[in-house]
């Protein structure tokens, strides 16, 4: 089923489009991988689709029914975003934070009730936060913080979720943590976009790439169709061997610089 | 920890509403100002104590509450621990506002002054929101700069002001700049209260969604808050409170500032109970800083405002030094 659907998604800032014409669906259990050089949209085009930013033109679709037709609270039960940065001015404890994430089900005046104490808890031992719980999340280092806001996401247990660049600043450990939760979600039938740099990871996680370039989808499609040699000359400009692991699996391997193409 | 910290509150509010009531009455002991509460003793000491006293305190205690308040909800909803009505020049567009209305507007129109005081408040509290935002929403940074240019302005407004003031409304022109509850009445509190009230339940009603703005405008948007309507309805309220304040008590600085912080140390983050405190800690601490403004070089009295620079100038260095 199709939980959430870019149609001909355009949008920027202040009249400068970044995202232009993009096509996207997310569908129940399913992960997408956002993929892309450094200012290519990525970080725009889930804006878009978490309705955070406005879309100029083309359409957001949740459930089959465009976004400006929902309440925002109605939006954000159903759609999680993980923006890549959190700024924390003020020192919240991490359950605190993680509480943020029940605000779409409780409106204004509602106290937590017995389900919203369990999906903190559930998200607190997702993520492996158990232990610094009641710690202020200011002292915590920038994993732990990525850690904490995702948290906070899966805590509203929406439908969608949207990951900004989630992994960048986890350890290796707490990379393949954040893989297999994905992997668990997915079978609960979770639609996720995920933003990433690793195309390791992204291979890792993800049913489909999606590879946008100056705001436009370059590349999209299965993993196997997708990864190609020269993709990756055209897109970024970078040499790489695409080899397989010994669960036949590609890997990428950058080698050099590309000296054709871009 | 917090049940305690709420006895204490309680007891700090008593202390400044009894010592502020009772304090150095003139030609009477302690014990004959108490008397007087109850409406015994000598006459002079009742009009000292019921007439004056007391209605300079409730003044004190709605002012200081509502500067609380104003500051508590700013903080979130800019998302940035340093905002505070003076130091963004909200204070100094109230005061602007009503003082051009003091010294230009006909006697009859003179009950324009809260709402002048309001509409200026707004002004500058749209300006340095318009001013300090940068692509990833309001930076600190920008913000208090914003807040340096808006003070800048108004001041010069209000010394436009005060120029122009035909002379028998310059000293009272003049008081709005100041800070002072030595005009209070029982009128001005009345009329004051709806500018505390209103604004009180607006915020609490937007409690959830102000802590959620704590945490940046893109995270708040995420988890379902109605950002531009909330952003107006705060400003709008936060506006009130200040312009509220300003009309009839005059600019005064840091309680914006430093009461939240405090409370928030004690209190811990969450929005609503935060902002109940806020409010009641502020009341008291102006009601203190009055009594002290009273007290300090008696029988000269000092503008609170210079009370609550002196307490909270050493406060604002301090957390700048801190802050990131």
Not at chain 1, 38 to 45: D, E, P, Q, R, V
Not at chain 2, 226 to 246: H, N
Request: charged content about 15%.
């Amino acid at each position: 089923m199709t939980l959430l659907r870019g149609l001909g998604l355009h949008g920027g800032y202040g009249g400068r489009p970044v995202v232009r014409g993009v096509e996207i669906e997310v569908t129940e259990g399913r992960c997408v991988a956002l993929l892309g050089p450094n200012g290519a949209g990525k970080t725009t085009l889930v804006r878009l689709l978490a309705g955070v930013l406005p879309a100029e033109r083309g359409a957001v679709e949740l459930l089959g029914r465009p976004l400006h037709a929902w309440r925002r609270r109605e939006v954000a039960r159903e759609v999680a975003l993980v923006p890549q940065q959190v700024h924390f001015a003020f020192p919240l404890t991490v359950r605190e934070v993680i509480e943020q994430g029940r605000a779409p089900h409780l409106g204004p005046w509602r106290p937590p009730g017995p389900e919203d104490h369990a999906a903190v808890a559930e998200a607190i031992a997702r993520l492996d936060l158990a232990g610094l719980a009641d710690a202020p999340v200011q002292r915590l280092s920038g994993g732990e913080r990525q850690r904490v806001v995702l948290a906070r996401a899966l805590a509203t247990r929406a439908r969608v979720l949207l990951l900004d660049e989630p992994a960048t600043a986890l350890d290796l450990r707490h990379q393949l943590d954040l893989a297999a939760t994905i992997g668990r979600l997915r079978e609960e039938g979770v639609g996720a976009v995920v933003v990433v740099h690793d195309w390791n990871l992204a291979l890792q996680i993800a049913d489909e790439l999606v590879v946008l370039q100056e705001g436009q989808v370059v590349a999209a499609g299965r993993p196997e169709e997708t990864l190609r040699a020269e993709l990756f000359s055209a897109t970024f400009g970078v040499d790489v061997e695409i080899l397989r692991g010994r669960d036949g699996r590609p890997v990428v391997v950058p080698r050099a610089a590309s000296t054709a193409g871009a | 920890m917090r049940r305690r910290a709420d006895v204490a509150l309680a007891g700090l509010l008593l202390v400044a509403v009894a010592a502020s009531l009772v304090v150095a009455v003139p030609g009477a002991s302690t014990g004959e100002a108490f008397a007087a509460l109850a409406g015994g003793g000598r006459p002079e000491v009742v009009t000292i104590v019921v007439g004056i006293r007391l209605p300079r305190l409730a003044l004190a205690l709605a002012v200081g509450a509502a500067l609380a308040l104003a500051g508590a909800a700013l903080q979130a909803l800019l998302a940035n621990p340093l905002a505070d009505p003076f130091l963004l020049g909200i204070s100094g567009g109230g005061a602007a506002a009503a003082t051009a209305a003091y010294a230009l507007l006909p006697i009859a129109a003179l009950g324009l002054i809260p709402a002048a005081a309001m509409a200026g408040a707004a002004c500058a509290t749209t300006v340095v929101w318009w001013m300090s935002r940068g692509p990833l929403g309001p930076s600190p940074t920008r913000m208090l700069l914003a807040g340096v240019a808006v003070n800048a302005a108004t001041s010069a407004l209000i010394l436009t002001m005060l120029a122009l003031a035909p002379s028998p409304r310059l000293a009272g022109a003049l008081a709005i700049t100041m800070g002072s509850f030595a005009s209070a009445s029982p009128d001005a509190v009345l009329w004051l209260l709806p500018y505390l009230l209103v604004p009180a339940v607006v915020l609490l009603h937007h409690g959830r969604d102000l802590g959620l703005l704590a945490l940046g405008e893109e995270s708040a948007a995420a988890l379902g808050v109605e950002l531009a309507a909330v952003r107006r309805t705060v400003f709008l309220a936060a506006a009130a409170l200040c312009g509220g304040a300003v009309a009839f008590a005059g600019v005064i600085g840091f309680i914006g500032l430093v009461t939240p912080h405090l409370a928030r140390l004690i209190w811990g983050m969450e929005p609503r109970r935060l902002f109940l405190r806020s409010a009641l800690a502020g009341a008291a601490l102006t009601a203190l800083g009055d009594l002290l403004a009273r007290r300090a070089l008696a029988p000269v009295e000092l503008p609170v405002g210079v009370v609550t620079a002196v307490l909270g100038v050493p406060f604002f260095v301090a957390l700048l030094r801190r802050a990131p």
